[in-house]
């Protein structure tokens, strides 16, 4: 009889780690898929893990939705059932959140839908953890319903989000005679595929004449792209100062947002000598956007034991990681690791790479 604590039986892990996920363009209509991966211990099923953000009408991203699908091609039963739990994890390894373990039956080409992650909640304290440089780490684990399998699996896969970035000094001329309802327009153009991604517009509005960089989209209706700017001004000592920020997602219901800085016209006229020379105001603004999936590959797939080399590559900081709220308690991928020395898998192996490397040398 199979045991219920998932802790103690064999089963399959994947880990998915998505860079520039940030950028990722993905929405529920067309979601992020991994790349497809065969469980050889589960009658060499085939599987794919999907992603997709879940904006509202104020086009924030509020959830992230996680699901699984059984390939169509896929060997085994026609129907099998696997328990499985999934979890993000922070760029140190550790479980920054998941979902409990629920049990669940697939046929050949069907999907289920496991968690859906507010990513507001998640992110609201510390960002970077479970979000680092705007990438994501994400744990599924899977185990047979019925039976038992002879050892455990891990593989590693990595999705690149491609990501252009483009800067430059944008001069706004005859500025003390700039009045509302001018307008100066710049082109974003890709550099990749010389296409036009959005529209700048320099302009002044409201009593206090505040500055403001609108942006347009230059793609087709039905283009997603996520786009972000950072707008600065040159002083006349050379240094940018930073003077607004803003991002925005870009799909057939939003194609338009804008950014009020936090310099005005006549804060400016009053400092002259500090932002205008020849009455030239030099804007930089810095656009990053997203450019599509670069690539998707497996790193690596081990059964039986997690070479050191894996270990390291997915987490190089693993042995010098500590839980400072609650030391005893490792992490999920610590954990596994741990569980396998146990059995002395990983030990024994490792004391045989050593022994043939020596034997090598000699």
Known sequence: MASNNN????????????????????????GLQSPTFVVDTMEETKWRLFLYHIFYDDNIEKDLLFGLRRMPHSKGPQSI??????????????????????????TKYSSVTFQSFN?????????EKIFPNGNLTFRFKMWKCSGEIDSDGYCTARTLIGVEKKSSIWSIRNFSTFEKG??????INSTLSDKSIATLKFSVTGEDETLQVSFISSGSEFESRYFSIKLSVLDSNGV???CGEAEVFFWILVKYSKCLLTLTKKKIMRKKNQYLRDDVLSLIYECNFSTGLVYEEFESTNYGWISPQTANACLPDLKLTENTANPSAPSGLKRDIELMLHENVLLNQIYRSNDLDHGLET
């Open 81 to 106: 059932k696997i328990r499985c739990e999934c979890a993000l994890l922070t760029a140190d390894g550790w479980v920054g959140t998941q979902c409990n373990v629920t049990e669940q039956g697939f």
């Open 182 to 187: 001018n307008e100066i327009t710049e082109r």
């Open 240 to 242: 940018a100062v930073t």
């Open 119 to 127: 990513r507001k909640g998640i992110s609201a304290d510390e960002p």
């Open 7 to 30: 802790s103690e039986r064999k089963g399959f892990t994947i880990m998915w780690i998505i860079e520039n996920f940030k950028y990722s363009t993905y929405r529920y209509e067309v």
